[in-house]
């Protein structure tokens, strides 16, 4: 057996606050922003223009798995009469994933 095997797991916690502590005033803006860029490869692979003898059978197995768990929180206050008091938190998650399991070219198996 040929296995590759891959586990990714992924916690994000954004957050922002804006306060404005003035009576009359104009008031206030925060945030926050996560980012994150998750890029995996897994392979399994009998390469090219190999010889495989075997008893038994031939197997060529790739597994991948991606937990991701993302949180974006935002508060704004202010205790007077305030024009603006604004907050915002964001989380921005690309995930790119290839798994494969594959024989090369010009290869032979004997199971």
């Keep these: 057996m040929v296995a590759a095997g891959s586990d990714t797991a992924f916690f994000a916690l954004t ?23 998750l890029d995996n490869l897994t392979e399994a692979r009998i390469g090219a223009s190999a010889q495989v003898q075997s008893a038994g059978d031939v197997k060529v197995v790739a597994t991948s798995t991606q937990d991701i768990f ?24 690309s995930v790119k994933s290839a798994t ?9 198996v004997n199971a």
């Design 100 to 108: 494969r399991a594959f024989i090369g070219a010009d290869t032979t």
């Design 15 to 37: 957050g922002g606050a804006a306060f404005n502590s003035s009576l009359i005033g104009a008031g206030s803006v925060g945030g926050a922003v996560g980012l994150a860029l």
């Design 70 to 93: 993302a949180f974006a929180a935002g508060m704004a206050a202010g205790p007077g009469l305030n024009y603006l008091n604004a907050d915002g938190s964001v989380n921005l998650i």
